[in-house]
Every structure is written in C-alpha cells, then in structure tokens.
C-alpha cells in the first residue's frame, strides 16, 4: 500500500483521472508505505498496478454523480488474492453485471460505501481496478438466476 497526494483538476474526479493516464505512470507527492515506515517522498506509480484508490479525507470527489434511471446495487466483490470486498454500483434496475461491467469505458470502476471483509472495515468511495476483479456478485435478493444449459466445472 501506498499513502501520498495526487494532483488533479479541481473539478476532476478520481476515476476519469485513473481511466485517462496516458502511457500509464502518475507522480504522488508526499508519498510512504505505511508498513515501511518511510520518510515521505516523491514516487511515479503504474497506473495499472494499482488495485484500489481512494481519497480518505473526502478532498477528491470519486466518480461523477450516476445518471438518472440506475439504482445501487449492492455488490460483493472477490479480488485476485482472496480478498473480499462488499459495497454498491451505480446500475441500470434490470441491468445484468456482465452488462454493466461490459459497458464501462474504462479500466476503474466506481465502488460507493465499499468496506472490506471479514471485519467490515470501512473503506469509503473508492476506484477499483476491474483488472483486480476475480467475480462480482450481485447481492440483491431479487437477483436474476439464469438459466443455462451448461454449468462451469472448476479446473482440476
């Protein structure tokens, strides 16, 4: 994990910033590993490495405010590694996830309330890396059960 400062347009807010880093590399300011105990300094990180981003003291909006006619949904999210996160998308009500993923024009995704588990840690609003994603679950209890004429066998 990494702790630092990005600058960004005032009116800019954190996922379009992630989805349009061109070439990939971003500079973080004041940045330290926690867990290291580092002194603060000026670092340049992948754009593609990073997993999960978010603005802890609220000065970065995250995502710009849903359209109209979507509703939240309540989701758990498995990533790479095990880890497991629970929060909500902004999508369309009969909108399926595949659907929804599918038509996200960038490579993070808007995760609102996002808390991780087992101890339901809050994490906030936050930008997630759909590259780090290993499944999506849709937690609603009227969630769509489709029919399918095979089933998936896990890999031996």
Same mark, same amino acid.
């Given at each position: 994990?990494?702790?630092?400062?990005?600058?960004?347009?005032?009116?800019?807010?954190?996922?379009?910033?992630?989805?349009?880093?061109?070439?990939?590399?971003?500079?973080? =300011?004041?940045?330290?590993?926690?867990?290291?105990?580092?002194?603060?300094?000026?670092?340049?990180?992948?754009?593609?490495?990073?997993?999960?981003? =978010?603005?802890?003291?609220?000065?970065?909006?995250?995502?710009?405010?849903?359209? !109209?006619?979507?509703?939240?949904?309540?989701?758990?999210?498995?990533?790479?590694?095990?880890?497991?996160?629970?929060?909500?998308?902004?999508?369309?009500?009969? /909108?399926?996830?595949?659907?929804?993923?599918? !038509? /996200? =024009?960038?490579?993070?995704?808007?995760? /609102?309330?996002?808390?991780?588990?087992?101890?339901?840690?809050?994490?906030?609003?936050?930008?997630?890396?759909?590259?780090?994603?290993?499944?999506?679950?849709?937690?609603?209890? !009227?969630?769509?059960?489709?029919? !399918?004429?095979?089933?998936?066998?896990? =890999? /031996?």
């Amino acid at each position: 994990m990494v702790e630092g400062h990005i600058m960004i347009g005032e009116d800019q807010a954190l996922v379009p910033y992630l989805n349009g880093r061109r070439g990939g590399w971003m500079n973080v =300011t004041r940045a330290h590993r926690p867990k290291l105990n580092e002194a603060p300094g000026h670092i340049i990180v992948q754009s593609e490495h990073i997993i999960m981003a =978010t603005s802890p003291d609220h000065d970065i909006q995250i995502a710009v405010a849903p359209p !109209s006619g979507v509703e939240e949904r309540n989701v758990e999210v498995v990533l790479l590694g095990g880890k497991t996160v629970h929060g909500f998308v902004s999508a369309a009500a009969h /909108q399926r996830l595949s659907d929804y993923i599918g !038509s /996200q =024009t960038g490579k993070f995704i808007w995760l /609102q309330r996002a808390s991780l588990a087992p101890d339901s840690r809050m994490l906030g609003d936050l930008a997630l890396h759909m590259g780090a994603i290993e499944l999506l679950k849709d937690l609603r209890e !009227s969630a769509p059960i489709e029919e !399918s004429p095979s089933m998936i066998e896990p =890999t /031996q």
